[in-house]
Structures are given as structure tokens and as C-alpha cells.
């Protein structure tokens, strides 16, 4: 069974169209993270949701919104697509909030927007 | 703020060759520390960690000791495969709400 999915795994989109990438966990845990990798392998996170509270938003475009139904999903809605979004976005979850828990990934969105 | 700092690849090694990649950190407090290893195409995956000074995480020959008296956690393999060809990356965690502060990544490829 697979932990942590994400969907799609391959997504290319114009400029200026609004997509969503899709995140769930099946590991019974309370916190999840999306995070973004650029073309150089550096990893930013963006946000993260405990219980379906969103307990950190670092400094992302609004274009970005995180929507969590329940616990075991995270999604990204991303709008107005532009050049630079281009990247490989990857969900995460841990046990619970706080950064000395394991994170387990899931296997990442390749988003290119031409 | 905290930060990781990780030795700049690429690293390329023959099969069979001993491996270090270096990593230092700035932190308050006693974070965690963390290798993640992503393998070509997939997410990224636990290593090993370490989560108090002089702990050492250790897992499939990969071994890291977490040193505070040179803020240190390098990750060391007496000898490699071709199939440890992946990006290391070091993090650090502390507790509450505060993300993993992951380093750049290390690129290793391991020839045969």
C-alpha cells in the first residue's frame, strides 16, 4: 500500500491556467506539508497542516492555497500558472506537527508550465 | 536562523569506495537531525536520524554520528554501490511548529 500519493504525477499546463495537485496519506497521521524542489534539488516547504489546521504558511505567492477536507488529505490548488512554478512539488506527512517527527514523502508532481 | 550546510556535489565514486558527505548545522536548542535520501524519480525517504548528541543513526551501511561539540552529522558508508547513486540531503528538526531546515543535497553517482 502505498503511504503517501500524490496525483497527478506529471502535469504541463499554459501560463496563466489554474491546476490542483492532489495529496493523500494512508498512515493515520495528524500533519501534512507540501513542499517545492526546484530545478537545483533545493527543497522549500510551504505549508503545513496539523488536524486540518494550517500551522505554517511560509512566504508563497496567494496564488498558492492549500485546502485540507480532513486529516488524511492535503491539496494544492495553484492559479494563474506562471514560468516559474515550474518545479517538482512533493506532499508530505508526520505523526504529529513539530519537525523532529519523521517525514514521509510521497513521490512528487512534476509541474511544467509552458 | 537555523540552517544546514552540506558539502557540494557532484560526488562520483567507484563501487566499492568509502563515502563521506559532510554536514554542519546552526541551531538553538537540541534539534533532530536527519539524512533524506531521493533516489532518481522518487520522493525523498528517511536514511537515518539522530535526535540527541552523540546518538548514532545508522541503516543500511550508512552511518552518522551527531556530534554538538562541532555541530556535525556526516553521513559515512565504508563502501559503496552503484545503486546508493542518489541526492543526500541533511536536515534538521526542532520541536513545535517550525519546518525541517533541509541543506542543498548532495549528488552521488557510484560507478562500477
Known amino acids: 500500500d502505498t503511504a503517501v500519493s500524490q496525483t497527478p504525477k506529471y502535469l504541463v499546463t499554459q501560463m496563466g491556467n489554474d491546476k490542483s495537485i492532489k495529496c493523500e496519506q494512508n498512515l493515520g497521521h495528524d500533519t501534512m506539508y507540501w513542499y517545492k524542489q526546484d530545478s537545483k534539488k533545493f527543497l522549500k516547504i510551504m505549508f503545513s497542516y496539523n488536524n486540518k489546521e494550517l500551522i505554517i504558511n511560509e512566504t508563497v505567492p496567494n496564488r498558492f492555497s492549500p485546502k485540507s477536507p480532513d486529516k488524511a488529505h492535503l491539496n494544492l490548488h495553484i492559479n494563474s500558472l506562471e514560468l516559474g512554478d515550474s518545479a517538482v512539488y512533493f506532499c508530505?506527512?508526520?505523526?504529529?506537527?513539530?519537525?523532529?517527527?519523521?517525514?514521509?514523502f510521497g513521490p512528487g508532481t512534476r509541474l511544467t508550465v509552458l | 536562523g537555523d540552517s544546514v550546510t552540506q558539502m557540494e556535489g557532484p560526488v562520483t565514486l567507484s563501487e566499492e569506495a568509502f563515502l563521506t558527505i559532510n554536514c554542519t548545522y546552526t541551531?538553538?536548542?537540541?534539534?533532530?537531525l536527519f539524512w533524506y535520501v531521493q533516489y532518481p524519480g522518487e520522493g525523498l525517504q528517511l536514511l537515518l536520524k539522530a535526535t540527541k548528541a552523540d546518538d548514532k543513526g545508522s541503516n543500511k551501511g550508512f552511518e552518522a554520528t551527531y556530534r554538538k561539540e562541532t555541530t556535525s552529522f556526516h553521513l559515512e558508508k565504508g563502501s559503496v554501490q552503484v545503486s546508493d547513486s542518489a541526492v543526500y540531503f541533511c536536515?534538521?528538526?526542532?520541536?513545535?511548529?517550525?519546518?525541517?531546515?533541509f541543506g542543498k543535497g548532495t549528488r552521488l553517482s557510484v560507478i562500477a
Open positions: 508530505a506527512s508526520s505523526r504529529r506537527a513539530g519537525a523532529g517527527d519523521t517525514q514521509y
Open positions: 536536515a534538521l528538526g526542532q520541536s513545535g511548529n517550525t519546518p525541517l531546515v
Open positions: 541551531a538553538t536548542g537540541y534539534p533532530s
